[in-house]
């Protein structure tokens, strides 16, 4: 189950709440803005496939724990181009090239996703993507960061330079630690098949924030 599905469902895309480390949670008023009991609303979700549980708060909000966040990542692709959301140019500069800099930091995030890409072709990494593999907690941090994509495309203050910032920290986290592609004589697995790709959305998602703050996203840095 992904955010584009529960939005479709929902008539709104679901809110991700929380780390994603112990589950993948959305959560959603659709009910209260619908003018539905919620606890109906819940039992339709509950049959859905690939949704794990649905709890009712107090206040009338749903919450929804998907029980394969990787998924998610099949519905991110390449965004269609849009005038920048603001005028007056980028809000950083990819130089210096330090930590210290969020402009450098985003951009070397989007720059090292594309590289993931080329990279697994040289060396193989090939096969079909297997979305419950993305289980780790750098895999879950960077997939609870993703489900924040369709909220922000909908909300009037979508905020995509921070929310850039984060994303490409929390890339650069699971691209040290938890590798994409095979080293030394380690041969290619279906969890390496599986992290491309979920690299492959963060260059896309990278790539879509920073068009909207009129930055072009670099290929190298």
């Known amino acids: 189950m992904t955010p584009g599905r529960l939005g479709g469902i929902l008539g709104m895309p679901?809110?991700?709440q929380?780390?994603?480390a112990a589950e993948a949670l959305y959560v959603s008023p659709a009910a209260l803005r619908r003018g539905e009991p919620p606890g109906e609303l819940?039992?339709?979700l509950r049959a859905l496939?690939?949704?794990a549980e649905v709890r009712v708060r107090a206040n009338g909000f749903l919450e929804i724990v998907v029980a394969v966040p990787g998924e998610l990542v099949e519905e991110i692709g390449?965004?269609?181009?849009r005038?920048?959301?603001?005028e007056g140019g980028p809000p950083w500069s990819f130089t210096p090239g330090t930590w210290d800099n969020p402009g450098f930091v985003v951009g070397y995030a989007h720059a090292r996703a594309v590289a993931v890409q080329r990279w697994a072709r040289e060396l193989g990494v090939a096969g079909r993507f297997r979305p419950e593999l993305l289980d780790g907690e750098r895999d879950r941090a960077v997939l609870r960061l993703l489900a924040e994509a369709p909220g922000r495309r909908a909300g009037r203050d979508p905020g995509w330079a921070s929310y850039a910032e984060q994303l490409a920290l929390a890339y650069h986290d699971a691209f040290e630690r938890a590798p994409a592609?095979?080293?030394g004589g380690e041969e290619p697995s279906p969890l390496h098949v599986a992290r491309v790709r979920l690299a492959r959305a963060v260059r896309d998602v990278l790539a879509e924030a920073m068009a909207a703050v009129g930055a072009v996203a670099p290929d190298r840095l």
């Open 14 to 16: 679901p809110t991700p």
């Open 18 to 20: 929380g780390t994603w």
């Open 42 to 44: 819940a039992g339709r």
């Open 49 to 51: 496939p690939g949704v």
């Open 78 to 81: 390449p965004a269609p181009v």
């Open 83 to 86: 005038p920048p959301e603001a």
């Open 181 to 183: 592609l095979p080293s």
